[in-house]
């Protein structure tokens, strides 16, 4: 296998390599705030997984820092009809073994998604629109939809294009995630090629001299998981990485004011918001007679109403972060110019709570991880506060993001906090997502761990993910996520502001997504 013999080989052999075919031999060490848990790009729709992911492999299209639209394996894109998308595909293109790129490539990347076990948030959100892909030639894909499909490029540019036959197997997804994993199959036609990865030190990424983008900027990438905040700043001040994630609230001033080291910061698509089981029985509720509170709309707006969100946003985010009335800021499309974040009132809450019946309140767990998102065990525990400050009590059990997640999935909280990025820079991708009833077949629900069901929503996000009209369908979505807001779905927090740390002498664009690109970090 390619990842293989990567993997044998050395550091100085990878630079004396990139010498030889005139790629930059240049080594960025790059600080992540967590460990991805899957190389399988098809797994875990998760920012960490899918920053690696884009980086090894590309899509058919792909975002710019502000989410555009634009060509990657895929040249042009055109509907032919209110139901069948052609796609002209780039020739020329080569994995990194050095076989061709062709449209079938792309059939099997398409169907794989359904086909991966265990997927905790799955790609089927961006593949189930299709219910047929076409091979008409070598260059040529036909996407059939069973209703119109205005968004499926947005979709597209989110499902990375593997190799069928380097990824064939003996199992229906080809590949397995476990052997992916391990460097097997793991062959894509991106800027880097996969060289070794050890879970919690580092993974190693070379140059693929022959990407049909130009030669990458590196020779050698290596990313280092730091999840502890003190740790990842001092490694960049130190110089031993040359960039981190998401640099703490608390140390931004002093970074601003190091003549060693540059900002760069935009407002992101990730929403931070509070899930909330909505089904009985619910785990995290000790004392209230089997019963869920918060089945109870007057229970969940008193919660919001609780609070504080400008304290939040600017105490423990330290302006990291604006507080959030929707479910992405505006103006991304779909957004609502008059969306408002719920107004701190917690003698209103207090109300609420006593008319829904619960005068003294109830217990709760509030699950968080500790290093997933900006400071996120403390907003955790800030909420906490307020909670129990309108009579419910609340425990925090914030631990690292993996257990976090597993717990979360297997329905051990009754409220967590969560983040959720928008990966197509639209309104329907959260309320897919995140709200909507889970349903497989449609990739409905793919995240939804409220157990929240409303069929009337459901109904009015699948007219407008339909609708060819891009005024009707924006008006919509803005109706859907008032709707679900209306009936407190979820929480919302905030909008976090995501910020990138580098070393005086290297550059990158802030993203909108968070993702952390090796190949657009450059040299001054």
Same mark, same amino acid.
């Given at each position: 296998?390619m990842?293989?013999?990567w993997? @044998?080989?050395?550091?100085?052999?990878?630079?004396?390599a /990139?010498?030889?075919t005139?790629?930059?031999?240049?080594?960025?060490?790059?600080g992540?705030?967590?460990?991805?848990?899957?190389?399988?790009?098809?797994?875990?729709?998760?920012?960490?997984?899918?920053?690696?992911?884009?980086?090894?492999?590309?899509?058919?299209?792909?975002?710019d820092?502000t @989410?555009?639209?634009?060509?990657?394996l895929?040249?042009?894109?055109?509907?032919i009809?209110?139901?069948?998308?052609?796609?002209?595909?780039?020739?020329?293109?080569?994995?990194?073994?050095?076989?061709?790129?062709?449209?079938?490539?792309?059939?099997f990347?398409m169907?794989?998604?359904?086909?991966?076990?265990?997927?905790?948030?799955?790609?089927?959100?961006?593949t189930?629109?299709?219910s047929?892909v076409?091979?008409?030639?070598?260059?040529?894909?036909?996407?059939?939809?069973?209703?119109?499909?205005?968004?499926?490029?947005?979709?597209?540019?989110?499902?990375a294009i593997?190799?069928?036959?380097?990824?064939?197997a003996?199992?229906?997804?080809g590949?397995?995630?476990?052997?992916l994993?391990?460097? @097997?199959?793991?062959?894509?036609?991106?800027?880097?090629?996969?060289?070794?990865?050890?879970?919690?030190?580092?993974?190693?990424?070379?140059?693929?001299?022959?990407?049909?983008? /130009?030669?990458?900027k590196w020779?050698?990438?290596?990313?280092?998981?730091?999840?502890?905040?003190?740790?990842?700043?001092?490694?960049?001040?130190?110089?031993?990485?040359?960039?981190?994630?998401?640099?703490?609230?608390a140390?931004?001033?002093?970074?601003?004011?190091n003549?060693?080291?540059k900002?760069?910061?935009?407002?992101?698509?990730?929403?931070?918001?509070i899930?909330?089981?909505?089904?009985?029985?619910?785990?995290?509720?000790?004392?209230a007679?089997?019963?869920n509170?918060?089945?109870?709309?007057?229970?969940r707006?008193?919660? &919001?109403?609780?609070?504080?969100?400008d304290?939040?946003?600017?105490?423990?985010?330290?302006?990291?972060?604006?507080?959030?009335?929707?479910?992405?800021?505006?103006?991304?499309?779909?957004t609502?110019?008059?969306?408002?974040?719920e107004?701190?009132?917690?003698?209103?809450?207090?109300?609420?709570l006593?008319?829904?019946?619960?005068p003294?309140?109830?217990?709760?767990?509030?699950? &968080?991880?500790?290093?997933?998102y900006?400071?996120?065990?403390?907003?955790?525990?800030?909420?906490?506060?307020?909670w129990?400050?309108?009579?419910?009590?609340?425990?925090?059990?914030?631990?690292?993001?993996?257990?976090f997640?597993k717990?979360?999935? @297997?329905?051990?909280?009754?409220?967590?906090?969560v983040?959720?990025?928008?990966?197509? /820079?639209?309104?329907?991708?959260?309320?897919?997502?995140?709200?909507?009833?889970?349903n497989?077949?449609?990739?409905?629900?793919?995240a939804n761990?409220t157990?929240?069901?409303?069929?009337?929503?459901?109904?009015?996000?699948?007219?407008?993910i339909?609708?060819?009209?891009?005024?009707?369908?924006?008006?919509?979505?803005?109706?859907s996520?008032?709707?679900?807001?209306?009936?407190?779905?979820?929480i919302?927090?905030?909008?976090?502001v995501?910020?990138?740390?580098?070393?005086?002498?290297?550059?990158?664009?802030?993203?909108a997504d968070q993702?952390?690109?090796?190949?657009?970090? &450059?040299?001054?």
């Amino acid at each position: 296998m390619m990842s293989l013999d990567w993997r @044998q080989l050395t550091a100085a052999a990878i630079l004396a390599a /990139g010498v030889a075919t005139g790629v930059q031999a240049q080594e960025l060490r790059i600080g992540l705030s967590t460990d991805l848990n899957s190389l399988d790009p098809h797994y875990f729709n998760l920012t960490v997984n899918n920053q690696i992911a884009y980086t090894i492999f590309n899509t058919l299209i792909q975002q710019d820092e502000t @989410q555009q639209l634009t060509p990657s394996l895929a040249e042009s894109w055109r509907a032919i009809n209110e139901t069948t998308w052609e796609f002209k595909l780039r020739r020329g293109v080569k994995f990194h073994d050095g076989s061709p790129f062709t449209a079938a490539d792309v059939v099997f990347s398409m169907a794989r998604p359904a086909k991966v076990p265990n997927s905790p948030s799955p790609f089927t959100l961006f593949t189930r629109t299709a219910s047929e892909v076409k091979a008409i030639d070598d260059f040529t894909v036909h996407f059939i939809t069973k209703v119109p499909t205005p968004l499926l490029p947005n979709d597209l540019s989110r499902v990375a294009i593997m190799s069928a036959k380097a990824a064939k197997a003996d199992v229906a997804e080809g590949m397995t995630t476990e052997a992916l994993n391990h460097g @097997q199959g793991l062959v894509g036609t991106g800027p880097y090629k996969f060289a070794e990865w050890t879970r919690g030190n580092r993974l190693v990424l070379v140059a693929n001299p022959d990407y049909w983008g /130009g030669k990458p900027k590196w020779q050698q990438v290596i990313y280092r998981p730091m999840s502890n905040d003190a740790a990842r700043v001092a490694a960049l001040l130190a110089g031993d990485v040359d960039m981190i994630e998401n640099p703490p609230p608390a140390d931004m001033k002093k970074l601003r004011d190091n003549p060693n080291v540059k900002i760069s910061d935009t407002v992101s698509n990730r929403l931070i918001y509070i899930s909330l089981d909505q089904s009985e029985p619910t785990a995290g509720i000790p004392d209230a007679d089997g019963k869920n509170p918060l089945k109870d709309v007057r229970v969940r707006k008193a919660l &919001s109403m609780a609070i504080n969100r400008d304290a939040i946003t600017s105490r423990i985010m330290e302006g990291l972060g604006t507080p959030a009335g929707d479910f992405l800021p505006s103006p991304m499309f779909g957004t609502r110019k008059d969306a408002k974040p719920e107004t701190y009132n917690p003698d209103a809450a207090k109300k609420l709570l006593a008319d829904a019946g619960y005068p003294n309140g109830f217990s709760i767990t509030l699950g &968080s991880p500790n290093n997933r998102y900006i400071n996120d065990a403390e907003v955790a525990q800030a909420v906490a506060s307020q909670w129990t400050r309108i009579g419910v009590k609340t425990k925090v059990e914030a631990v690292n993001a993996t257990v976090f997640f597993k717990n979360r999935d @297997q329905y051990k909280y009754s409220a967590g906090l969560v983040g959720w990025a928008a990966g197509t /820079g639209e309104m329907s991708n959260p309320l897919r997502s995140i709200v909507a009833t889970m349903n497989r077949d449609k990739g409905f629900g793919a995240a939804n761990k409220t157990r929240y069901s409303n069929p009337k929503l459901d109904a009015i996000i699948e007219q407008a993910i339909t609708t060819v009209d891009n005024a009707k369908r924006e008006a919509l979505l803005q109706q859907s996520s008032k709707m679900a807001l209306d009936d407190q779905a979820l929480i919302p927090l905030h909008t976090e502001v995501t910020s990138w740390g580098l070393r005086k002498g290297f550059s990158y664009k802030a993203r909108a997504d968070q993702y952390t690109l090796a190949n657009g970090v &450059s040299k001054d």
